[in-house]
């Protein structure tokens, strides 16, 4: 594996699933990642990415570097050209480069803006890093999208599921604040790329970019969608066209156990953090179906799979 972005980075995503659960069970431990350095570098706040990947990188023997770019490092200029007289004190030229002198592998998080949609889809800071720091890069959740979560997500349904084709709905959650697309657009990207049965249900208004989305089902009836299902992954976006913003919905889409009764008794699945009966009812997130921690835990063997990967790529 050359770098790790996006399901497009997987030869054969079905299998890299097995990869993940082969090495969970039989090979926790390595060494292959002796005498090599990983940088995180993150331009947003994490708990799981950020533990799980340290973590991933410690079982395979690598060394660690983090970077908080917003409190431990000098603010960077994006734009090509520019005369340097405003705050900005170095160029992403010369900041990926060095960083890419001192790791074998640079992981990035850096989320959209929710302003300018046109930049935060063409991945402006990861393309960047890829283009001046020379060594393998992995996401760590872009403007666009976070496969490491996705591979994790998918692992743990693998583990779980009783049918070999499984009913599995996306649906909206309410949410407060602006929240990106990320999640979704890669939880799409990637259940549709393993061939699941895939629903996605939302408020109007809330349909994500179809690149993502397309060969799945979009269901505006929540209750509708949730018929049947086997897994009910909940997430809350912004809105995609009318870019960022949260729009009025007048409907009740919080998800609980009364809603629930129409799936065939659905495994519920969050990426975390999630806002308590704002999102999801306390229920649903400490009851018996609730898949929210085995996810949360598949983050290490995810990243640490995906980075044997791209380690053995390198040697
Ligand atoms: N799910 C996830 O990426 O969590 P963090 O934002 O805490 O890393």
């Not at 991933?56 to 000098?74: E, F, K, P, R």
């Not at 809350?236 to 065939?264: A, I, P, Q, R």
Request: proline letters at 3%; a negative charge; one cysteine or more.
């Amino acid at each position: 594996m050359k770098q790790f972005i996006s399901v497009k980075d997987v030869e054969n995503p079905k299998q890299l699933l097995e990869d993940v659960i082969n090495l969970k069970n039989n090979e926790k431990f390595s060494t292959i990642g002796n005498n090599k350095t990983i940088g995180l570098i993150f331009f947003n706040s994490s708990l799981r990415t950020r533990m799980s990947t340290q973590k991933a990188a410690q079982n395979l023997g690598m060394q660690v570097m983090m970077i908080n770019v917003s409190s431990d490092s000098w603010k960077l200029e994006f734009q090509d050209g520019s005369v340097m007289s405003g705050d900005s004190v170095e160029h992403i030229k010369e900041a990926a480069a060095v960083m890419g002198l001192y790791c074998d592998i640079l992981a990035i998080r850096s989320f959209p803006s929710l302003v300018n949609k046109q930049e935060d889809y063409s991945e402006e800071i990861l393309n960047k890093f890829i283009k001046y720091c020379k060594v393998p890069v992995v996401s760590l959740e872009s403007a666009t999208l976070h496969p490491l979560q996705s591979l994790a997500d998918m692992v743990t349904i693998k583990e779980h599921q009783k049918q070999s084709k499984p009913k599995i709905v996306l649906t909206w959650a309410p949410h407060v604040k602006p929240i990106p697309q990320v999640v979704a657009n890669s939880f799409a990207q990637w259940a549709l790329a393993c061939e699941h049965d895939l629903t996605i249900t939302h408020p109007e208004g809330y349909e994500l970019s179809e690149e993502f989305t397309n060969g799945a089902t979009i269901e505006y009836d929540q209750q509708k969608a949730l018929a049947e299902a086997d897994f009910v992954y909940v997430k809350n976006w912004s809105s995609f066209t009318d870019y960022g913003k949260v729009l009025d919905v007048k409907d009740d889409w919080l998800l609980n156990e009364e809603k629930m009764k129409e799936t065939n008794s659905a495994k519920i699945m969050h990426c975390l953090p999630v806002r308590r009966n704002l999102e999801l009812s306390d229920e649903l997130i400490d009851g018996e179906n609730s898949l929210i921690l085995a996810q949360a835990e598949n983050r290490v063997f995810a990243t640490q799979t995906v980075l044997k990967k791209i380690i053995e790529n390198i040697m």
